[in-house]
Protein backbone atom coordinates (compact mmCIF):
# COMPACT_ATOMS: atom_id res chain seq x y z
CA UNK A 1 0.00 0.00 0.00
CA UNK A 2 3.11 2.12 -0.15
CA UNK A 3 2.64 5.94 -1.99
CA UNK A 4 -0.91 5.60 -1.09
CA UNK A 5 -1.23 7.84 1.80
CA UNK A 6 -3.49 11.06 0.49
CA UNK A 7 -6.56 9.00 1.14
CA UNK A 8 -5.88 6.81 4.36
CA UNK A 9 -8.88 9.40 6.21
CA UNK A 10 -11.38 9.68 3.20
CA UNK A 11 -14.67 7.59 2.43
CA UNK A 12 -15.69 7.71 -0.61
CA UNK A 13 -19.82 6.73 -0.81
CA UNK A 14 -22.37 6.95 -3.61
CA UNK A 15 -24.01 10.50 -2.59
CA UNK A 16 -25.20 13.09 -2.73
CA UNK A 17 -25.51 13.54 1.22
CA UNK A 18 -28.62 11.60 2.72
CA UNK A 19 -28.75 8.43 0.24
CA UNK A 20 -29.10 5.42 1.70
CA UNK A 21 -25.04 4.72 1.02
CA UNK A 22 -24.66 7.82 3.00
CA UNK A 23 -26.34 6.54 6.16
CA UNK A 24 -24.67 2.94 6.23
CA UNK A 25 -20.78 4.74 5.93
CA UNK A 26 -22.47 6.73 8.91
CA UNK A 27 -22.99 3.73 10.65
CA UNK A 28 -19.69 2.18 10.35
CA UNK A 29 -17.26 5.54 9.49
CA UNK A 30 -18.90 8.48 11.27
CA UNK A 31 -17.63 8.46 14.84
CA UNK A 32 -14.06 7.68 14.11
CA UNK A 33 -11.90 10.60 12.43
CA UNK A 34 -12.67 9.44 8.81
CA UNK A 35 -13.74 12.44 6.17
CA UNK A 36 -17.04 11.08 3.91
CA UNK A 37 -17.31 12.84 0.50
CA UNK A 38 -20.06 11.35 -2.12
CA UNK A 39 -19.32 10.31 -5.23
CA UNK A 40 -21.59 10.92 -8.57
CA UNK A 41 -21.89 7.50 -9.07
CA UNK A 42 -21.09 3.72 -7.90
CA UNK A 43 -17.95 3.51 -10.82
CA UNK A 44 -16.65 6.83 -9.48
CA UNK A 45 -16.57 5.08 -5.56
CA UNK A 46 -14.65 2.11 -7.55
CA UNK A 47 -12.26 4.84 -9.16
CA UNK A 48 -11.45 6.57 -6.09
CA UNK A 49 -10.60 3.21 -4.14
CA UNK A 50 -8.70 1.87 -7.28
CA UNK A 51 -6.77 5.39 -7.38
CA UNK A 52 -5.83 5.15 -3.96
CA UNK A 53 -7.25 8.70 -3.13
CA UNK A 54 -9.78 7.36 -0.57
CA UNK A 55 -8.77 4.81 2.20
CA UNK A 56 -12.17 3.01 1.59
CA UNK A 57 -15.54 3.23 -0.33
CA UNK A 58 -19.07 2.58 0.33
CA UNK A 59 -21.31 0.56 -2.04
CA UNK A 60 -24.82 -0.99 -2.28
CA UNK A 61 -24.25 -4.48 -3.47
CA UNK A 62 -27.55 -5.93 -2.91
CA UNK A 63 -31.54 -5.72 -1.59
CA UNK A 64 -33.07 -7.75 0.29
CA UNK A 65 -36.68 -7.39 -1.68
CA UNK A 66 -35.23 -6.39 -5.30
CA UNK A 67 -31.75 -8.39 -5.43
CA UNK A 68 -28.87 -7.26 -6.99
CA UNK A 69 -27.13 -3.81 -7.37
CA UNK A 70 -26.01 -4.88 -11.02
CA UNK A 71 -24.25 -1.71 -11.49
CA UNK A 72 -21.96 -2.98 -8.78
CA UNK A 73 -22.26 -6.73 -10.30
CA UNK A 74 -21.08 -4.96 -13.64
CA UNK A 75 -18.20 -3.20 -11.62
CA UNK A 76 -17.05 -6.66 -9.83
CA UNK A 77 -16.99 -7.87 -13.49
CA UNK A 78 -14.21 -5.68 -14.78
CA UNK A 79 -14.12 -6.38 -18.24
CA UNK A 80 -11.71 -4.02 -18.99
CA UNK A 81 -9.78 -4.20 -16.11
CA UNK A 82 -9.59 -0.46 -14.68
CA UNK A 83 -10.22 -1.97 -10.97
CA UNK A 84 -7.84 -4.95 -10.24
CA UNK A 85 -7.26 -3.93 -6.93
CA UNK A 86 -10.21 -2.95 -5.86
CA UNK A 87 -11.30 -5.89 -2.80
CA UNK A 88 -14.70 -6.38 -0.78
CA UNK A 89 -12.85 -5.80 3.07
CA UNK A 90 -16.43 -5.31 5.11
CA UNK A 91 -19.77 -5.44 4.85
CA UNK A 92 -22.99 -3.26 6.35
CA UNK A 93 -26.67 -3.65 6.50
CA UNK A 94 -29.17 -1.36 6.65
CA UNK A 95 -32.97 -1.32 7.40
CA UNK A 96 -34.39 0.40 4.15
CA UNK A 97 -38.02 2.56 4.50
CA UNK A 98 -38.69 4.36 1.54
CA UNK A 99 -41.14 7.92 1.66
CA UNK A 100 -42.96 9.62 -1.11
CA UNK A 101 -41.55 13.23 -1.20
CA UNK A 102 -42.38 16.23 -3.11
CA UNK A 103 -44.64 19.31 -3.05
CA UNK A 104 -47.69 19.31 -1.20
CA UNK A 105 -50.81 20.96 -2.71
CA UNK A 106 -54.50 22.07 -1.58
CA UNK A 107 -55.26 20.82 -5.24
CA UNK A 108 -54.96 17.25 -4.19
CA UNK A 109 -57.27 16.34 -0.77
CA UNK A 110 -56.95 13.19 0.64
CA UNK A 111 -60.45 12.29 0.29
CA UNK A 112 -59.49 12.11 -3.82
CA UNK A 113 -57.32 9.46 -3.33
CA UNK A 114 -57.54 6.08 -5.45
CA UNK A 115 -58.98 3.00 -3.46
CA UNK A 116 -56.15 1.04 -1.61
CA UNK A 117 -55.88 -1.82 -4.06
CA UNK A 118 -54.10 -2.49 -6.71
CA UNK A 119 -55.92 -3.22 -10.42
CA UNK A 120 -55.82 -6.73 -11.29
CA UNK A 121 -54.61 -7.58 -15.01
CA UNK A 122 -53.74 -10.32 -16.87
CA UNK A 123 -50.25 -10.77 -16.07
CA UNK A 124 -50.54 -10.16 -12.28
CA UNK A 125 -54.19 -11.36 -11.51
CA UNK A 126 -53.43 -11.10 -8.05
CA UNK A 127 -51.00 -7.86 -7.65
CA UNK A 128 -49.80 -6.90 -3.88
CA UNK A 129 -51.66 -4.69 -1.82
CA UNK A 130 -49.80 -2.25 -0.29
CA UNK A 131 -49.12 -1.43 3.16
CA UNK A 132 -50.33 2.12 3.61
CA UNK A 133 -51.79 4.61 1.91
CA UNK A 134 -50.67 8.54 0.76
CA UNK A 135 -50.67 11.02 3.71
CA UNK A 136 -52.02 13.62 1.19
CA UNK A 137 -53.69 13.75 -2.48
CA UNK A 138 -50.92 12.62 -4.90
CA UNK A 139 -53.24 12.80 -8.39
CA UNK A 140 -50.74 16.40 -9.27
CA UNK A 141 -47.78 14.06 -9.43
CA UNK A 142 -46.97 13.69 -13.26
CA UNK A 143 -43.25 12.08 -12.70
CA UNK A 144 -41.57 9.93 -10.06
CA UNK A 145 -37.61 10.10 -9.54
CA UNK A 146 -35.42 7.65 -7.59
CA UNK A 147 -32.47 4.79 -8.03
CA UNK A 148 -34.29 2.02 -10.06
CA UNK A 149 -33.90 -0.16 -7.04
CA UNK A 150 -36.41 1.74 -5.40
CA UNK A 151 -38.77 1.61 -7.76
CA UNK A 152 -38.59 -2.25 -7.34
CA UNK A 153 -38.66 -2.29 -3.99
CA UNK A 154 -42.22 0.10 -3.62
CA UNK A 155 -44.12 -1.79 -6.78
CA UNK A 156 -47.15 -2.10 -4.56
CA UNK A 157 -47.85 1.44 -3.57
CA UNK A 158 -46.60 2.90 -6.90
CA UNK A 159 -49.43 0.27 -9.11
CA UNK A 160 -51.81 1.46 -6.87
CA UNK A 161 -51.48 5.43 -6.12
CA UNK A 162 -49.67 6.68 -9.20
CA UNK A 163 -50.17 3.59 -11.78
CA UNK A 164 -49.42 5.31 -14.50
CA UNK A 165 -46.77 7.90 -13.76
CA UNK A 166 -43.79 8.26 -15.70
CA UNK A 167 -40.63 7.00 -13.64
CA UNK A 168 -37.21 8.50 -14.20
CA UNK A 169 -34.82 6.79 -12.84
CA UNK A 170 -31.29 8.00 -11.58
CA UNK A 171 -28.26 7.52 -10.00
CA UNK A 172 -29.78 7.33 -6.10
CA UNK A 173 -32.51 8.50 -4.39
CA UNK A 174 -31.19 11.56 -2.45
CA UNK A 175 -29.97 12.31 -6.15
CA UNK A 176 -33.85 12.28 -6.63
CA UNK A 177 -34.64 14.18 -3.61
CA UNK A 178 -32.18 16.77 -5.08
CA UNK A 179 -34.12 16.94 -8.38
CA UNK A 180 -37.22 17.54 -6.80
CA UNK A 181 -36.18 20.10 -4.38
CA UNK A 182 -35.80 22.37 -7.26
CA UNK A 183 -39.14 21.87 -9.04
CA UNK A 184 -41.16 24.84 -9.34
CA UNK A 185 -44.02 23.27 -10.94
CA UNK A 186 -45.22 20.98 -7.74
CA UNK A 187 -45.71 17.84 -10.45
CA UNK A 188 -42.32 15.86 -9.44
CA UNK A 189 -42.09 13.43 -6.74
CA UNK A 190 -39.13 11.65 -5.25
CA UNK A 191 -38.73 7.94 -3.62
CA UNK A 192 -36.31 8.55 -1.22
CA UNK A 193 -36.23 8.85 2.82
CA UNK A 194 -37.32 10.57 5.85
CA UNK A 195 -33.56 12.01 5.90
CA UNK A 196 -33.58 13.82 2.35
CA UNK A 197 -36.44 15.00 2.94
CA UNK A 198 -35.29 17.29 6.00
CA UNK A 199 -31.99 18.13 3.71
CA UNK A 200 -34.24 19.25 0.97
CA UNK A 201 -36.81 20.98 2.98
CA UNK A 202 -39.10 18.61 0.63
CA UNK A 203 -43.10 17.54 2.02
CA UNK A 204 -43.24 13.90 3.03
CA UNK A 205 -46.28 12.33 0.49
CA UNK A 206 -46.45 8.87 1.91
CA UNK A 207 -44.05 6.97 4.05
CA UNK A 208 -42.91 3.27 4.75
CA UNK A 209 -43.99 2.95 0.95
CA UNK A 210 -41.68 -0.51 0.15
CA UNK A 211 -43.22 -3.83 -0.08
CA UNK A 212 -42.25 -5.58 2.87
CA UNK A 213 -41.46 -4.47 6.16
CA UNK A 214 -37.95 -5.85 6.53
CA UNK A 215 -36.65 -4.25 3.41
CA UNK A 216 -32.92 -4.61 4.09
CA UNK A 217 -30.05 -3.11 1.60
CA UNK A 218 -26.59 -4.62 2.42
CA UNK A 219 -23.52 -2.67 1.54
CA UNK A 220 -19.80 -3.87 0.31
CA UNK A 221 -16.95 -1.79 1.85
CA UNK A 222 -13.66 -1.54 -0.45
CA UNK A 223 -10.38 -0.77 -0.21
CA UNK A 224 -7.41 -1.39 -2.42
CA UNK A 225 -4.79 -3.79 -2.10
CA UNK A 226 -3.10 -6.42 -3.80
CA UNK A 227 -4.31 -10.10 -4.62
CA UNK A 228 -1.92 -11.90 -2.35
CA UNK A 229 -2.84 -9.74 0.61
CA UNK A 230 -5.90 -11.63 3.36
CA UNK A 231 -7.61 -7.79 2.63
CA UNK A 232 -10.52 -8.78 5.14
CA UNK A 233 -12.43 -6.37 7.99
CA UNK A 234 -9.42 -6.18 10.33
CA UNK A 235 -9.21 -2.64 9.70
CA UNK A 236 -12.83 -1.89 10.00
CA UNK A 237 -13.86 -1.44 13.47
CA UNK A 238 -17.17 -3.57 13.96
CA UNK A 239 -19.64 -1.45 16.30
CA UNK A 240 -21.03 -2.35 19.88
CA UNK A 241 -23.81 -4.89 19.43
CA UNK A 242 -22.42 -6.25 15.66
CA UNK A 243 -23.03 -10.06 15.36
CA UNK A 244 -19.87 -11.79 13.91
CA UNK A 245 -21.00 -15.36 12.41
CA UNK A 246 -18.12 -16.16 10.49
CA UNK A 247 -16.78 -14.97 6.70
CA UNK A 248 -17.92 -14.86 3.74
CA UNK A 249 -15.83 -14.90 0.68
CA UNK A 250 -16.90 -13.63 -2.94
CA UNK A 251 -15.37 -15.65 -6.32
CA UNK A 252 -16.20 -14.48 -9.93
CA UNK A 253 -15.66 -17.45 -12.80
CA UNK A 254 -15.87 -18.15 -16.73
CA UNK A 255 -16.24 -21.32 -18.03
CA UNK A 256 -16.32 -23.11 -21.48
CA UNK A 257 -20.37 -22.13 -22.36
CA UNK A 258 -19.85 -25.55 -24.69
CA UNK A 259 -18.90 -28.04 -22.53
CA UNK A 260 -21.70 -29.98 -20.95
CA UNK A 261 -21.49 -29.57 -17.25
CA UNK A 262 -19.54 -27.00 -17.17
CA UNK A 263 -21.22 -25.36 -14.32
CA UNK A 264 -21.90 -28.05 -12.74
CA UNK A 265 -18.36 -29.14 -12.57
CA UNK A 266 -17.42 -25.65 -10.98
CA UNK A 267 -19.59 -25.43 -8.51
CA UNK A 268 -18.90 -29.27 -7.75
CA UNK A 269 -15.47 -27.94 -6.61
CA UNK A 270 -17.08 -25.85 -3.54
CA UNK A 271 -19.28 -29.06 -2.18
CA UNK A 272 -15.89 -31.20 -2.78
CA UNK A 273 -14.34 -29.10 0.08
CA UNK A 274 -17.28 -28.51 2.46
CA UNK A 275 -17.74 -24.75 0.98
CA UNK A 276 -21.87 -23.58 1.31
CA UNK A 277 -22.47 -21.24 -0.90
CA UNK A 278 -24.96 -18.71 -0.07
CA UNK A 279 -25.74 -16.71 -3.36
CA UNK A 280 -24.84 -17.58 -6.88
CA UNK A 281 -25.40 -14.85 -10.03
CA UNK A 282 -24.29 -14.11 -13.24
CA UNK A 283 -23.55 -10.80 -15.75
CA UNK A 284 -23.22 -11.01 -19.40
CA UNK A 285 -19.29 -11.39 -20.88
CA UNK A 286 -19.85 -9.08 -23.32
CA UNK A 287 -17.50 -10.70 -25.56
CA UNK A 288 -19.42 -13.60 -26.78
CA UNK A 289 -23.47 -13.30 -26.77
CA UNK A 290 -25.21 -15.19 -24.34
CA UNK A 291 -21.98 -15.84 -22.51
CA UNK A 292 -21.44 -15.30 -19.02
CA UNK A 293 -19.65 -14.44 -16.04
CA UNK A 294 -20.18 -15.91 -12.85
CA UNK A 295 -20.45 -15.04 -9.09
CA UNK A 296 -20.13 -16.70 -6.29
CA UNK A 297 -20.32 -15.88 -2.44
CA UNK A 298 -19.75 -18.67 -0.40
CA UNK A 299 -18.78 -19.11 3.77
CA UNK A 300 -15.16 -19.17 4.51
CA UNK A 301 -12.42 -17.21 4.15
CA UNK A 302 -8.95 -17.16 1.50
CA UNK A 303 -5.85 -17.44 4.14
CA UNK A 304 -2.73 -15.40 3.14
CA UNK A 305 -0.89 -18.35 4.01
CA UNK A 306 -2.25 -20.53 1.36
CA UNK A 307 -3.87 -22.76 3.18
CA UNK A 308 -7.69 -23.82 4.15
CA UNK A 309 -10.84 -24.90 2.23
CA UNK A 310 -10.95 -22.46 0.42
CA UNK A 311 -7.65 -21.58 -0.92
CA UNK A 312 -7.66 -25.36 -1.83
CA UNK A 313 -11.09 -24.29 -3.42
CA UNK A 314 -9.42 -21.61 -5.96
CA UNK A 315 -6.32 -23.78 -6.79
CA UNK A 316 -8.56 -26.69 -8.20
CA UNK A 317 -11.13 -23.78 -10.03
CA UNK A 318 -8.02 -22.70 -11.57
CA UNK A 319 -8.29 -26.20 -13.49
CA UNK A 320 -11.71 -26.58 -14.54
CA UNK A 321 -12.58 -22.73 -15.32
CA UNK A 322 -11.17 -20.34 -17.62
CA UNK A 323 -10.51 -18.13 -15.39
CA UNK A 324 -11.65 -17.01 -11.83
CA UNK A 325 -11.28 -13.45 -9.61
CA UNK A 326 -10.78 -13.63 -6.21
CA UNK A 327 -12.84 -10.10 -5.04
CA UNK A 328 -12.28 -10.58 -1.16
CA UNK A 329 -13.08 -12.50 2.44
CA UNK A 330 -14.97 -10.18 5.04
CA UNK A 331 -16.30 -10.99 8.53
CA UNK A 332 -20.46 -11.97 8.20
CA UNK A 333 -22.67 -8.97 9.73
CA UNK A 334 -25.91 -10.16 8.53
CA UNK A 335 -28.55 -9.19 11.17
CA UNK A 336 -28.80 -12.11 13.38
CA UNK A 337 -32.81 -11.87 12.64
CA UNK A 338 -32.19 -12.61 9.34
CA UNK A 339 -29.78 -16.00 10.01
Request: with cysteine; hydrophobic share 35%; proline share 5%.
Amino acid sequence: MEGLGLGLGIVAYLGPPSSYTHQAALEDFGKRSFTLEPRVNIQDVFAAVQSGVVAYGVVPFENSTNGSVVYTLDLFADRQSQFTNVYVCGEAYLDVHHCLLGHQTNNSPLDDLLPGDATPTHQSPSPLKPKTQPLTGVRHVKRIYSHPQAFGQCEAFLSTYLKGVERQEVSSTSKAAEIVAKDTTGTLAAISSKVAAQVHDLDVLATRIEDRDDNTTRFFILRRASNDESCTTEEVTIQPGTKIHGWKTLVNFTIDHHSPGALADALQVFKNYGLNLTSIGSRPSRLTPWHYIFFVELEGRRESEGQGEVNQALAQLESITRGWRWHGSWKDRIPRRYS
